[in-house]
C-alpha cells in the first residue's frame, strides 16, 4: 500500500461525501483474477491517502477491467459526488 500511497500523494480536488467511484483495472498479463479482490486495498488506499474521508461513504463502485499491459498493473479512479435520481 506504501506504493499506492506515494501515488496519490499531492493535491486532489475535495469530493464531499457520499462518493461515487469508477476504478479502471489494468493487469500485466491475461491471469485470472477476481476483481472484487482489488476493491478493499484501493479503498483504504483511497483513504490513508486523504482522496475520500472514510469508505462507508462510497454509495457506487463501477468497477472495469481492462486488456493486460505488459509494464505491470494499474489502477486508474474517477471520484465523484454520488447523487441519487
Known sequence: ???AQVA????H????PPYDLTIELTPPNRRRF??????KGILDALEVAGVISDDCYVD????ERLAPI????Q???TLST???D
Do not use: H, K, T
Request: glycine fraction near 6%; charged fraction near 30%; proline fraction near 3%.
Open 1 to 3: 500500500m506504501a506504493a
Open 8 to 11: 496519490l500523494a499531492g493535491d
Open 13 to 16: 480536488p475535495v469530493v464531499e
Open 34 to 39: 477476481d476483481i472484487d479482490n482489488r476493491l
Open 60 to 63: 457506487r463502485i463501477q468497477v
Open 70 to 73: 505488459r509494464e505491470g498493473s
Open 75 to 77: 489502477a486508474a479512479f
Open 82 to 84: 454520488f447523487r441519487s
